[in-house]
């Protein structure tokens, strides 16, 4: 194969150009820039049309431009490729201690048990109110409820007749007597009946 790979390096800042390394028919041919001395080596493969080199040990001094150039005949007139590199220092990460990290760990699982458990008491405590409550019963609402027989107006008659003459009549006063025999609930009794009864005061 007659292909031809050559390297050039132009330094950041500058206009010169260097050739600093060419690849051909499987031989390698380092030149002795020192940026680049004993610090290239071939990483292409032609069947894959890769063309790439490998640089150890970057430093400040290989920021710059780097022109490829590639010559396969009988097609020699190509545009070299060009590639802009910049090398940056590398930031050391915080290195945090073991007990820290253990820590952090303990509290996120410890807090994620604590949520997980108070959703689970909420839920149980609705459940339980559910099925605690049961309501009036249909017997208990409909049951009928005895009236106090309804006296006639000659029983009222006689009932006033009845008293002394001398006697003073005091005021009347009406007591309101619930025979729904039962605390109070939600539901509305049927035929539930209020007697009025006489209270005389001598």
């Known amino acids: 194969m007659l292909t031809s790979v050559s390297w050039s390096f132009q330094p950041e800042g500058t206009d010169t150009m260097v050739s600093f390394f060419h690849y051909s028919q499987g031989q390698v041919y380092a030149g002795n820039y020192p940026p680049f001395k004993d610090r290239i080596s071939w990483a292409g493969d032609l069947d894959k049309k890769d063309v790439s080199i490998h640089i150890e040990n970057m430093q400040f001094i290989h920021n710059g431009t780097y022109i490829c150039d590639v010559k396969n005949p009988p097609d020699i007139v190509a ?3 060009h590639i802009r590199l910049y090398v ?5 990460l915080p290195v945090f201690p073991v007990w820290v990290v253990v820590g952090i760990v ?10 997980i458990g108070i959703i689970l008491a909420v839920l149980y405590r609705r459940k339980n109110s ?13 049951s ?12 009222t008659e006689g009932l006033v007749k009845s008293l002394p003459s001398g006697s ?3 005021p009347v006063i009406y007591a309101q007597l619930d025979h729904s025999g039962g605390q109070h609930s939600g539901k509305i009794n049927k035929a539930e009946s209020v007697v009025y009864a006489d209270i005389r005061k001598n």
């Open 79 to 81: 545009q070299p490729g």
């Open 88 to 92: 940056v220092q590398r930031e050391i």
């Open 106 to 115: 303990t509290a996120v699982v410890v807090g994620l048990m604590l949520l």
């Open 130 to 142: 559910k099925r605690d409550y049961t309501g009036c019963s249909t017997s208990e609402s409909v």
């Open 144 to 155: 009928p409820v005895k009236q106090a027989p309804q006296k006639s107006p000659s029983d």
């Open 168 to 170: 003073h009549q005091g």
